[in-house]
């Protein structure tokens, strides 16, 4: 899959900066944390530094409904 992205602010952005926004997004995309979280939430960790470190996706894949 290609996504591209259009991103309007890019003045103060070098090339180690898209660097990592392609792989934050990528990772993303990967592990479904864009598209493959329905009611839930997708969480993304930097280090102290600021280095993206991993995605932590949260949900439930099955929930009984209450009957009323």
Not at 36 to 52: A, C, E, R
């Amino acid at each position: 899959m290609i996504l591209q992205l259009d991103i309007k602010n890019t003045e103060n952005m070098g090339a180690p900066d898209k660097k990592r926004i392609e792989e934050i997004f990528s990772a993303l995309l990967a592990s479904g944390g864009i598209t493959g979280v329905k009611g839930g939430q997708t969480i993304i960790h930097f280090d102290g530094d600021g280095i993206f470190q991993k995605i932590e996706l949260k949900y439930f894949p099955w929930m009984r409904r209450t009957q009323k």
